[in-house]
Antibody, heavy 117, light 112 residues
Framework: EVQLVESGGGLVQPGGSLRLSCAAS????????MNWVRQAPGKGLVWVSH????????NYADSVKGRFTISRDNAKNTLYLQMNSLGPDDTAVYYC??????????WGQGTLVTVSS | DVVMTQSPLSLPVTLGQPASISCRSS???????????LNWFQQRPGQSPRRLIY???NRDSGVPDRFSASGSGTDFTLKISRVEAEDVGVYYC?????????FGQGTKVEVK
């Protein structure tokens, strides 16, 4: 069974940093593209970032480009999102998702990031 | 960016009756490889999203056959043949043909 378990969320002050992790199991992690998708409280889904299988290619939404960095450790079956210069608009539940048979075929439970002073 | 526009945004339904959600994209979703990367997701209250449909009309494993989807180019539709109580939630269309990947605003399905 595919499992994606996010961690690392929490309360951070504006301008601060946070690193999210997503532990993957139940599939060959190194064979799949991965993504982060976020959802602000009471709002819709927004794609944040994507990474290919070996980490050599990444994509970012304009809203996070230059501030967020996606990476992966295939030996540890873990996806990361380093988030810097956080602002209130970054407050959201962050989901780790897999590109399997098409986009976002599996989702984690999400981790909440709250940016507030 | 490709704008995905769903309608209606709120859909009160009667249990056992059909329901339909429309999704339109601001440009064609036909990829240069010939596929159309249009997906549908369900998010039940308090839960993570779950994909229901991929590449326009393919149901994911475990998705009841009362869910169907169709469309082409820029116009797409998700249909529920007979709404059940467990279908309550928000439904999103999403395109994966163009970067960045974009979602529709969501359609809230609730029981009348």
């Amino acid at each position: 069974e595919v499992q994606l378990v996010e961690s690392g969320g929490g309360l951070v002050q504006p301008g601060g940093s946070l690193r999210l992790s997503c532990a993957a199991s139940g599939f060959t992690f190194s064979s799949y593209w991965m993504n982060w998708v976020r959802q602000a409280p009471g709002k819709g889904l927004v794609w944040v970032s994507h990474i290919n299988t070996d980490g050599s290619s990444t994509n970012y939404a304009d809203s996070v480009k230059g501030r967020f960095t996606i990476s992966r450790d295939n030996a540890k079956n873990t996806l990361y999102l380093q988030m810097n210069s956080l602002g209130p608009d970054d407050t959201a539940v962050y989901y780790c998702t897999r590109d399997g048979s098409g986009e976002f075929d599996s989702w984690g439970q999400g981790t909440l990031v709250t940016v507030s002073s | 960016d490709v704008v995905m526009t769903q309608s209606p945004l709120s859909l009160p339904v009667t249990l056992g009756q059909p329901a339909s959600i429309s999704c339109r994209s601001s440009q064609s979703l036909v990829h240069i490889d010939g596929n159309t990367y249009l997906n549908w997701f369900q998010q039940r209250p308090g839960q993570s999203p779950r994909r229901l449909i991929y590449t326009v009309s393919n149901r994911d494993s475990g998705v009841p056959d009362r869910f169907s989807a169709s469309g082409s180019g820029t116009d797409f539709t998700l249909k529920i043949s007979r709404v059940e109580a467990e279908d309550v939630g928000v439904y999103y269309c999403m395109q994966g043909t163009h970067w960045p990947r974009t979602f529709g605003q969501g359609t809230k399905v609730e029981v009348k």
